[in-house]
């Protein structure tokens, strides 16, 4: 009997599941996308049960397209957005819906936190840095001051990976990939912060089991097989916070290896060997899924932007795409190539939920500055790319400010399929920008590989990387460029100074 590794990358505006056999090839995929809740501006929640219909849709529909059994799937591995919380009472149930990773509510408690244990103190215990609304502690402190009955019900606390491996396994974990931004994790003894946990008002009873990366939590119940459709032998792997699958999913896996993610978020991970606490605390410092290695990791908004443009006004582009034309994104991209670099003039900023590490401010908004009659819809795209180019290049400049070589960008996700968007980004950068041929299922292959080793079907992370991943593209920097990529960060800089206080 053939076997296969049945993976969910849980992103933040779509699940997509992917089939691999045992040598590291997609077999199928499916992905489901979803909008957000917000019910106020800077908040972004999910109904805990859409997440499970998401779930059973993406799931169901990537092993129909492979054509094949339940009994042939030995283990479903998970790749998933970190800091979205799930909040559940003593049967289980939850509370509430999920508070999602982007949701920037708990600025006042995030500042209220920081200010109680100091600034060094919390980098010192956890690696972060800011006073970052998106930390889970920092919502529950929310929970506590505005939802009383909410928070009084809470019996168990868990980030959505380790929910649905509790909803599947019955046993509730949490891997300390995905704890690192809660606030309340100890990223030097891998263990709960107790006097965090007491401020916040929580126990260690009401949160998961932590466990490494990676790890084989065990097989799905008899009830949930029957629910999801999945052989009672099938195994579950906890993964790990996707932006730390991903690397594992395109090779980046030893210490000095930089890569860049811009699926709804951009995310860069600096590969370390050692914690890093970043003295001007601008960059966080996370655990990777890799034994004994950290990542220098930074966020914000990315092809959430283009998401947005296109839902509000790439109404002709979505009409071309639904009567058989090509993808809209496509169509974009083929505005975005007849723009001059620079898009004659127009700024974008590209902080729908705020802005993340290096330039961290909880009260970012996005925008367009420098618009003029002569701009069209081509320059907005361009703008949108190049905005997001810009937070990478801040980014960057922060990284190797703490003796971190960036030599090269290797690049996942959605944008990385746009040829134009990486060729911005080596131009801009000034770094070669490599793809691998597996880029879009990057989550998807990182988990898979995690599961696939714990299982047994690959001996170590490295053999299996080194057998599955081929180089794609290298895009190499023009030179001609860098003086107008130069030019467009100081003003982007300069941007972001000047609307500080309009953004407050």
């Known amino acids: ?32 996308e979803y909008q957000l809740i917000t019910p106020q501006p800077g908040q972004a929640e999910m109904e805990v049960s859409e997440y499970v219909n998401i779930f ?18 030995v283990t479903l591995g998970i790749s998933c957005q970190a800091e979205t919380t799930v909040f559940l009472d003593k049967n289980s149930r939850p509370v509430r819906p999920a508070i999602v990773w982007c949701d920037n509510r708990a600025a006042e408690e995030a500042s209220e936190i920081v200010d109680e244990f100091g600034s060094t103190n919390i ?29 009084g019900r809470i019996d168990k606390i868990v980030q959505l990976n ?18 690192g931004s809660s606030i309340y994790w100890n990223i030097s003894t891998r263990e709960y912060w107790d006097d965090m946990l007491g401020y916040i008002g929580i126990s260690r009873r009401q949160l998961p089991e932590v466990v490494r990366p990676g790890s084989l939590i065990g097989k799905v119940t008899a009830e949930a097989a029957r629910e999801f459709g999945f052989s009672a032998e099938m195994t579950v792997n906890i993964g790990g916070c996707d932006l730390a699958c991903g690397p594992v999913g395109t090779g980046a896996i030893k210490p000095g290896n930089f890569s860049d993610s811009t699926g709804s ?29 950290y990542m220098v990791h930074a966020y914000s908004t990315g092809g959430m932007y283009m998401k947005w443009f296109r839902d509000n006004f790439g109404e002709m582009e979505m009409e071309k795409e639904k009567d058989g034309g090509i993808n809209a994104y496509d169509q974009f991209d083929v505005m975005a190539s007849e723009i001059p670099a620079g898009s004659e003039g127009l700024i974008a900023l590209p902080h729908l939920q705020g802005s993340g590490p290096p330039d961290m401010n909880a009260g970012a908004r996005a925008c367009f500055f420098g618009m003029t009659i002569a701009h069209g819809k081509a320059h907005f795209v361009r703008a949108i790319m190049e905005s997001v180019v810009m937070v990478l290049c801040r980014v960057i400049e922060a990284t190797e400010a703490l003796d971190i070589n960036v030599d090269r960008i290797i690049s996942f996700g959605g944008g990385a399929l746009s040829s134009v968007w990486c060729q911005i980004r080596a131009d801009a950068t000034g770094k070669e920008v490599m793809t691998t041929r597996n ?27 080194e057998m ?35 953004f407050r």
């Open 162 to 179: 380790g929910f649905f491996t509790y909803l599947l396994t019955g046993r509730l974990v949490e891997d300390d990939s995905m704890l």
């Open 265 to 293: 978020a951009l995310c860069t991970m600096a590969m370390v060997d050692h914690v890093v606490l970043d003295p001007s605390r601008q960059m966080p410092c996370y655990c990777s899924v890799i034994p004994g290695l």
């Open 56 to 73: 059973k849709t993406a799931v169901s529909g990537a092993i129909s397209k492979a054509k094949v059994s339940p009994e042939e799937i």
């Open 468 to 502: 599955i991943i081929k180089k794609d593209k290298v895009y190499k920097p023009d030179p001609d460029k860098k003086a107008v990529y130069a030019d467009l960060l100081k003003k982007y800089k300069k941007l972001m100074e000047c609307l500080e206080p309009v």
């Open 1 to 32: 009997m053939e076997k296969y590794i049945l993976t969910i990358d849980m992103g933040t505006t779509a699940f997509k599941a992917s089939l691999f056999d045992c040598s590291g090839n997609e077999c199928a995929s499916s992905t489901e």
């Open 123 to 151: 980098q010192r215990h956890t690696g972060q840095v800011g006073r970052d609304p998106i930390w889970p502690g920092a919502k529950l402190l929310w929970l506590k001051k505005h939802e009383r009955q909410v928070f």
């Open 439 to 465: 880029n879009k299922s990057a989550c998807c292959l990182g988990a898979g590989i995690l599961a696939g080793v714990a299982c047994g079907i690959w001996e170590s992370v490295d053999s299996a990387c």
